[in-house]
T-cell receptor
C-alpha cells in the first residue's frame, strides 16, 4: 500500500516550458487535491477534485490546469511555467470531500522555474 | 475569508522544557487538524480535533480545541530533539470543506 505517490520528485524548467505533475493514490479515496508550499508559508490549495469527474478551483488556480484521469489519478499541468511557480507541490487525497476527512499527503515535487 | 494564524512562527527550546504552540482562526469551525513536517519531507498527520473541548494526546504532544475561542493549542511536554520539525494547524470552516493552513511553527529542540 503506497498511499499517495507523486512524480517527478524534482524538476527544473525554463520560463515558458510546460509540464505535468502526476499524482496517484491507492487508498480508494474519492477526493484529491493539489497544494503548493512556498518558503515560510503554509500550504495553499490550487485545485481539487471532490469526486471522479469533477474539478474545482482552489485559492491559487491561475497558471494551472488539472485532470482527474480516473479515481486513482489526478494530474496538475503548467502550460507556460513562470518563475513565480517555483515551489514545492503536494498532492493529497481524502476519503470524502464533504465531511473533510483527514487528508493524506504525497512526498512532494520540488519545481524550479528559471 | 477564513484566516489561520499560528504563534510563535519560530520556537527554539531546550530538551526537557515544556511549551505551547497556538493556532487562532477567524471564523467558526469545528474541525481542526495538526500536521508535522520534517525538512524536505511531506506532511504527517498528528491529530484530528472534531468538537469543542476535544483533547488528544500522543507521546509528548497534546492538542486541544476551543471552538468558542476559535483556538487550538499544541502542548509539548519535556521536549526531545526528535520533536524538531515544523508544525502546521489546518482548519475547515463550518460552512465549507476546504482546509486552510496556518503559516507553520518551526520548532527546534536543542540538547
Amino acid at each position: 500500500n503506497a498511499g499517495v505517490t507523486q512524480t517527478p520528485k524534482f524538476q527544473v524548467l525554463k520560463t515558458g516550458q510546460s509540464m505535468t505533475l502526476q499524482c496517484a493514490q491507492d487508498m480508494n479515496h474519492n477526493s484529491m487535491y493539489w497544494y503548493r508550499q512556498d518558503p515560510g508559508m503554509g500550504l495553499r490549495l490550487i485545485y481539487y477534485s471532490a469526486s471522479e469527474g469533477t474539478t474545482d478551483k482552489g485559492e491559487v488556480p491561475n497558471g494551472y490546469n488539472v485532470s482527474r484521469l480516473n479515481k486513482r489519478e489526478f494530474s496538475l499541468r503548467l502550460e507556460s511555467a513562470a518563475p513565480s511557480q517555483t515551489s514545492v507541490y503536494f498532492c493529497a487525497s481524502s476519503h470524502t470531500w464533504g465531511l473533510a476527512y483527514e487528508q493524506y499527503f504525497g512526498p512532494g515535487t520540488r519545481l524550479t522555474v528559471t | 475569508e477564513l484566516k489561520v494564524e499560528q504563534n510563535p512562527l519560530f520556537l527554539s527550546m531546550q530538551e526537557g522544557k515544556n511549551y505551547t504552540i497556538y493556532c487562532n482562526y477567524s471564523t467558526t469551525s469545528d474541525r481542526l487538524y495538526w500536521y508535522r513536517q520534517d525538512p524536505g519531507k511531506s506532511l504527517e498527520s498528528l491529530f484530528v480535533l472534531l468538537s469543542n473541548g476535544a483533547v488528544k494526546q500522543e507521546g509528548r504532544l497534546m492538542a486541544s480545541l476551543d471552538t468558542k475561542a476559535r483556538l487550538s493549542t499544541l502542548h509539548i511536554t519535556a521536549a526531545v530533539h526528535d520533536l524538531s520539525a515544523t508544525y502546521f494547524c489546518a482548519v475547515v470552516q463550518t460552512s465549507g470543506s476546504r482546509l486552510t493552513f496556518g503559516e507553520g511553527t518551526q520548532l527546534t529542540v536543542n540538547p
